[in-house]
């Protein structure tokens, strides 16, 4: 039963880009994206409302494999989620970075510089110009699962409107991720409860719903940093939802050319990406593709890019051992995964995340320093950055 909610207000989306052709100087400055179009990548889109019958199920198990073994990014649409609900997570999402950065503080997470992050993440950790001191304009804000093992104390916005963000974080898992979990158990011909057992909401784990701000850089200052505002990365978890919005910046990389494609934004779905934890639990047969995000077109660079997202994780406890239970992945040859190859400990779900949160939230680091963009985290696995 959907909670009652007071009125808000709507949230207004910027225009979708106008551009066709990129500058010459603009796609200099980005490696490997193509000299002309706005390259945008031809993603699969996955159809629930085909989800409630047994063929419709496996067709759809059919679609998520291939799109996960080619591209690592889909599309969910028909997702049974209104968009009004959408439309007011970005609205709370935007009245809680219009709040003073001094009380934005108060909810920075103790630990932050060990791996912690739950609560606000300020922007400025990262070095992107180590010649000028230009650092990145990324500000975060993750709110935890509601399965009793987080506190919820936040600002004001958030605590005020906390059971509809409550409820809306849990029809994710309901409406979106145990669908998905259904049919990729399917498609590995395992029972259909395989992943969601390994994904159940009341245990803990470390899924978290996101309000995410990029703040603009002016042209000059775009120009210094080569118009790359997030270097290439994988997510750590099983999947990342990320809610449609306009600013066309996110790119992935083809796992067969290596080139950069553009995420369009698409009305009524979710831009889903597959994750490492998904990767290691299927001997690397799911792909956990390599993502950036770069600086808008012209006719968007004069905006700030606010972001809604949530990162499912498989629960804590989990062991990050592939999956021997499947006779797909058994064909394949698909049967360890790296951890396993080189003899080393395979890691808890937990253990893998704050060891990878741990680099990632490293204070200062500088772009361009291979300590930092090629560094062992656990024995036997470096996680990279890419260009």
Request: proline share 6%.
């Amino acid at each position: 039963m959907p909670v009652a909610v007071p009125e808000l207000g709507s949230f207004n989306f910027v225009p979708e880009t106008k551009v066709k052709y990129l500058s010459a100087l603009h796609n200099y400055l980005i490696p490997n994206v193509a000299q002309e179009n706005l390259d945008w990548a031809d993603l699969i889109t996955v159809d629930l409302s085909l989800y409630g019958t047994p063929e419709g199920r496996r067709q759809l198990a059919e679609t998520l494999i291939k799109a996960v073994r080619e591209d690592g990014f889909f599309y969910v649409k028909n997702f049974n989620i209104p968009q009004e609900r959408v439309n007011r997570q970005f609205s709370f999402g935007k009245q809680f970075y219009d709040i003073p950065l001094e009380e934005k503080l108060k909810y920075v997470p103790e630990g932050l510089d060990n791996g912690q992050f739950n609560g606000y993440v300020p922007a400025g950790r990262r070095v992107l110009d180590p010649v000028s001191g230009l650092k990145d304009r990324v500000e975060i804000y993750n709110i935890p699962k509601f399965d009793g093992f987080f506190k919820h104390e936040h600002p004001a916005i958030v605590q005020e409107n906390l059971p509809e963000i409550e409820e809306f974080s849990k029809s994710l898992h309901s409406e979106v991720l145990d669908p998905l979990h259904v049919l990729l158990a399917i498609a590995l011909e395992l029972p259909e409860d395989y992943f969601t057992n390994l994904h159940k909401y009341e245990r803990k784990s470390e899924d978290h719903l996101r309000y995410m701000k990029y703040s603009k850089y002016t042209p000059e200052e775009n120009r210094k940093i080569g118009k790359l505002w997030v270097q290439g990365h994988t997510d750590l978890g099983s999947w990342t939802l990320l809610f449609r919005q306009p600013v066309a910046a996110l790119q992935i990389q083809n796992h067969q050319t290596g080139e950069w494609k553009y995420v369009k934004p698409l009305d009524a779905t979710l831009t889903v990406n597959a994750c490492d934890a998904l990767s290691f639990l299927t001997g690397g047969y799911v792909r956990s593709t390599i993502h950036r995000v770069t600086s808008p077109p012209k006719d968007q660079e004069h905006v700030d890019r606010l972001g809604l997202l949530y990162f499912s994780r498989p629960n804590n406890d989990v062991v990050l051992s592939t999956v021997k239970e499947s006779p797909a992945l058994q064909r394949e040859g698909f049967t360890q995964n790296n951890f396993e190859k080189d003899g080393n400990q395979v890691p808890t779900m937990e253990e893998w995340t704050f060891a990878k949160q741990k680099w990632q939230r490293t204070k200062n680091a500088i772009r361009g320093d291979p300590k930092y963009e090629n560094a062992q985290i656990l024995p036997g696995h470096n996680e990279k950055l890419y260009a």
